[in-house]
């Protein structure tokens, strides 16, 4: 079930909430935190559904924000969908109009789960300094995705220079498979692991991340060379004893190559958002290892050490 307020304001909305909660017998008081999604109105129908999808594993209030005409009268139009349509938690769909789209902050305070964390999610681009956004300013974690910018690597970087601890970006998150499966691989390497190269298609920042880790844990030189994609396709790790290799071409299989073993296949699909933002909401402390990598991604792109010309192209 869905409820439509039309024109309406914070208070009415908290009303209808509680009603909501009533009617059905509790509701907000098994929620674990608070989601907010920055978003507009042509990403907003893909954002809720990833949000809502995450949130069956986290039940959460999820506050979609769509900022509309910022030069109209101030209004609030607020969808309010109950648990069982936006799986086990709530969602609210807030449209703001006129200045009030600078003022979210306000609005939202009153919305937010008593005494539950809150997580702010930016889909499509981000701030620059999420800690200083007025959303970012009440949130615990806040969650970035260079991917959808002009230029990823260089969005990527500028979020690196204004980190605060409990910032992230789904550019990481897309890495958990790549990582565990090159991580699983070094437990018994076959020698000493000489030098590694990523390849990814162009204005892919997930694969420069992925080359930043690998240079930061084996302290190795890293190259980063284009591929036509999708995402990475190759992470080969340069041995004594000969080549490790992760193929994947398809975006959902991969070939894994040791030397003297035959060849392993193995999953290694893409990552969806929603999939990338529940493993997100797992943990609302901060993630030191996206600081440290990110941190050496600045330096290596700074040094001139990454490759970052080949990654830009």
Known sequence: MTLYLPRTDTAQVAEALSAERLSIGGGAMNMVLTLVVVTD??????AVRAATE??????SRIIA???????????????IRRPGTAGPGEALLLRLYGPLGEHADSVITPLLVPDAPVVAWWPGPGPRDPSADPIGRLAHRRITDALRAGEPLEDLLARVRAYRPGDTDLTWTRLTPWRSMLASTMDHPPGWVTGAEVT??????????LAAWLSRQLEVPVRRTPS???GITAVRLGT????IALHRLDGRVATLSRPG?????VALARRRAA?????????????EMYERTAAHLAELVEGGTLGAEEARR
Do not use: C, F, K, V
């Open 41 to 46: 109105e042509a990403d907003h129908y893909d």
């Open 54 to 59: 995450a949130g069956r594993e986290h039940p």
């Open 65 to 79: 924000l769509i900022r509309r005409d910022p030069e109209a009268e101030p209004a609030i139009d607020a969808e």
């Open 200 to 209: 990814a298609e162009a204005h892919y920042p997930s694969a420069d991340l």
């Open 228 to 230: 036509n994609g999708p």
């Open 240 to 243: 004594d004893a000969g080549d």
């Open 261 to 265: 073993q035959p060849d392993q296949t």
């Open 275 to 287: 999939e990338a933002l529940a493993e997100e909401l797992r943990r609302l402390d901060p993630d």
